[in-house]
Nanobody, 120 residues
Framework: QVQLVESGGGLVQPGGSLRLSCAAS????????MGWFRQAPGKQRDLVAS???????NYADSVKGRFTVSRDNADNTVYLQMNSLKPEDTAVYYC??????????????WGQGTQVTVSS
């Protein structure tokens, strides 16, 4: 099993910054991709940003230029630096990691979610 532990959410004023972290542990043979999704009340869970083992990144259009996703392959940790935050960024943010637990078996794990609230 692969466990994810998230940290870094909270309350911030518009224009402020937050940094989310997510550490993966457990039976990990290899990681393909790590990323962040978010879900606002009454809405579906959407991709925010992701990064592959090789460092290729993908961002939602709404966060391009404001958010930066990065990973530490040695520690199996993914980060989301969020700058110039807007009220519409308010949501529960979920870490997602997928990869292999063995050469043959894959996994797709989710974090417990961390609340990000942008409000004055």
């Amino acid at each position: 099993q692969v466990q994810l532990v998230e940290s870094g959410g909270g309350l911030v004023q518009p224009g402020g910054s937050l940094r989310l972290s997510c550490a993966a542990s457990g039976r990990i043979h290899s990681i393909v991709s790590m990323g962040w999704f978010r879900q606002a009340p009454g809405k579906q869970r959407d991709l925010v940003a992701s990064v592959t083992y090789g460092g290729d990144t993908n961002y939602a259009d709404s966060v391009k230029g404001r958010f930066t996703v990065s990973r530490d392959n040695a520690d199996n940790t993914v980060y989301l630096q969020m700058n110039s935050l807007k009220p519409e960024d308010t949501a529960v943010y979920y870490c997602n990691v997928n990869g292999r637990t063995t050469y043959y078996d894959t996994f797709n794990s989710w974090g417990q979610g961390t609340q990000v609230t942008v409000s004055s």
